[in-house]
């Protein structure tokens, strides 16, 4: 029998081998290099070396498992641990190197040193990550013996190893990120996918009415994050009722997304139910241009989503909305002027519903909907417009807490909206009579290099200066940079750190949520590229 490290010598793979075993051979013997070096450094007298090791770690370790996750991809991808409770963590969490992430969280709570978790959450996990990192050694000695001996071949106890090493992973993962954040319950996440259907099918009702076109869609203008929203309450209470703003069941049978809201979306909801076709269709072009104006004003410019408005006269529709209430005398009381929710400013009347102009209009108005509580509510209002102005304001506050209390939810449902209504791409040939123009873009790319707040330092970014540079830029190293280069936020084990490919700095993943394609850079498929570049130096084709 020959010793261990002369076998390691003799039978150690060849570092061209593209198998995973040989692989994993080199990333594994990495790994223990760098700790071998830590462990003999003394960290008091060269603090400076033992931060570069500690980042050489990190890395060496991610790459590590990168491989060991491709490996059991190969090995036992019909025996993978269930991923499905990776839906009920917040968007934010949803890193490449998540991975990575949980295993130095294990190290810390086996050396005593995590200070994030609390005392009894970290008596629970404690058993979970000494599970999970004696796991870990055993595949790494199963993996090393098997790249030495068939390094093309999987044996039974490297399977066996590997399904008992992802089943641990996945329960410390579950385990520890429900220890520091809120994960949704499997209700809560049905009710998601319920709003998000909503939200389609309010995209769909908008384009079909012309209220949005598809071309907005597509180029994902920001005012969309506010108009979608505020057409799904419209349709999620008259057109959708049975769905996710369903008023008949109780707060908490809702989402936690519109429950705080359930009074005031009631009340909405009986006034929108008093309104005309024509009423409702400008209410909700309202909606879309963000304003309740008057178009027959001079200085009323057209808004962005005014022109796909149906076609219509304009000012006899209007003038409806200042045609006043044929309201008994005694209803001119406190009930005329009372809001949909507390705090909310009376309407105000407006002098012109008694001009001569305004009372012709009003022989040609629709008629209220028969009933004693439609007169009764639209009595409370000097005129339609003023009862408009109080929907179009309600609407609105509603749908902007959305956007205040429920950030990451909303950003989560829009984001699968987009990807959903969104065009799909161009077939391939057609993709390639658009690439002159496309070369036209890149080529008119320097000249808006030069006002450019994040790259405006010549040796910070000297890939961007060129179509075509060919050298990728530097990166910032991880240990030189402690916030994120666009938001300053300070980066935690949460808040973790993002090169951009483009430009080379350090952003989260908020600031880098875009992947597009960097030829020039040698990387024709879509990488991690920061907002800033994505918006400004990258040509509309290659997004």
């Not at 597009?516 to 990258?538: F, S």
Request: charged letters at 20%.
């Amino acid at each position: 029998m020959l010793p261990a490290a002369l076998r390691r010598w003799l039978h150690r793979p060849k570092r061209s081998d593209p198998r995973l075993l040989s692989q994993f051979f080199y990333a594994d013997e990495k790994v223990s290099q760098v700790v071998m070096e830590i462990n003999g450094l003394d960290a008091e007298m060269d603090p400076q070396q033992y931060l570069v090791l500690l980042n050489q770690l990190h890395l060496s370790q991610a790459h590590l498992l990168a491989v060991i996750e491709r490996i059991m991809e190969e090995c036992i991808p019909t025996q993978r641990h269930s991923r499905d409770y990776l839906v009920k963590f917040p968007e934010e969490l949803s890193v490449d190197n998540l991975g990575n992430h949980m295993l130095f969280a294990a190290e810390c709570l086996l050396a005593g040193t995590f200070i994030e978790v609390e005392e009894a959450d970290s008596a629970q996990l404690l058993p979970r990550a000494r599970n999970l990192l004696c796991s870990l050694e055993l595949v790494r000695a199963v993996l090393r013996e098997q790249s030495l001996s068939q390094p093309g071949s999987y044996s039974e106890p490297v399977r066996a190893v590997l399904i008992q090493f992802d089943r641990l992973f996945a329960e410390f993962e579950l385990s520890y990120v429900s220890s520091l954040v809120a994960v949704k319950s499997p209700e809560e996440i049905y009710r998601q996918q319920e709003i998000i259907v909503l939200f389609c099918e309010t995209v769909e009702r908008a384009l079909r009415l012309g209220y949005l076109t598809q071309e907005m869609i597509d180029g994902y203008e920001p005012l969309l994050m506010f108009t979608i929203p505020r057409l799904a309450i419209i349709s999620g209470l008259l057109i959708y009722p049975e769905g996710p703003l369903n008023l008949e069941q109780s707060p908490e049978q809702m989402s936690r997304v519109f429950s705080p809201f359930y009074d005031l979306l009631k009340k909405i909801r009986d006034l929108l139910r008093v309104l005309s076709a024509e009423e409702l269709a400008l209410l909700e072009r309202s909606l879309c241009t963000a304003e309740l104006e008057d178009p027959r004003g001079p200085a009323a410019a057209p808004a962005w989503g005014a022109a796909a408005a149906p076609k219509a006269d304009a000012p006899a529709a209007w003038a409806l909305l200042e045609a006043p209430h044929s309201d008994p005398a005694g209803a001119a009381g406190a009930d005329r002027h009372t809001g949909l929710a507390a705090g909310t400013a009376p309407p105000r009347r407006r002098t012109a519903a008694s001009s001569p102009s305004s009372r012709r209009a009003a022989g040609s108005s629709p008629r209220p909907r028969p009933g004693a509580r439609c007169s009764e509510l639209r009595s409370r209002y000097s005129s339609t417009r003023d009862m408009l102005h109080t929907l179009f304001v309600c609407v609105s506050g509603v749908a902007d807490q959305l956007q205040t209390n429920f950030a990451s939810d909303l950003r989560s449902i829009l984001k699968t909206v987009f990807k959903i209504v969104a065009s799909q791409p161009q077939p391939a040939g057609e993709a390639g009579a658009s690439q002159e123009e496309e070369g036209e873009a890149c080529a008119a790319a320097p000249s808006r290099l030069a006002d450019c707040p994040l790259c405006s330092s010549t040796a910070e970014a000297p890939g961007l200066r060129g179509a075509g540079a060919r050298s990728p830029p530097q990166w910032v190293p991880d240990s030189s940079c402690s916030q994120c280069s666009a938001c300053s936020q300070p980066f935690t084990l949460l808040r973790r750190r993002h090169h951009c490919r483009s430009c080379g700095k350090i952003f989260c993943s908020r600031c880098s949520p875009h992947a597009a394609a960097l030829p020039q850079y040698g990387q024709p498929r879509p990488v991690r590229v920061c907002a800033h570049c994505y918006a400004a130096h990258l040509a509309p084709g290659r997004r």
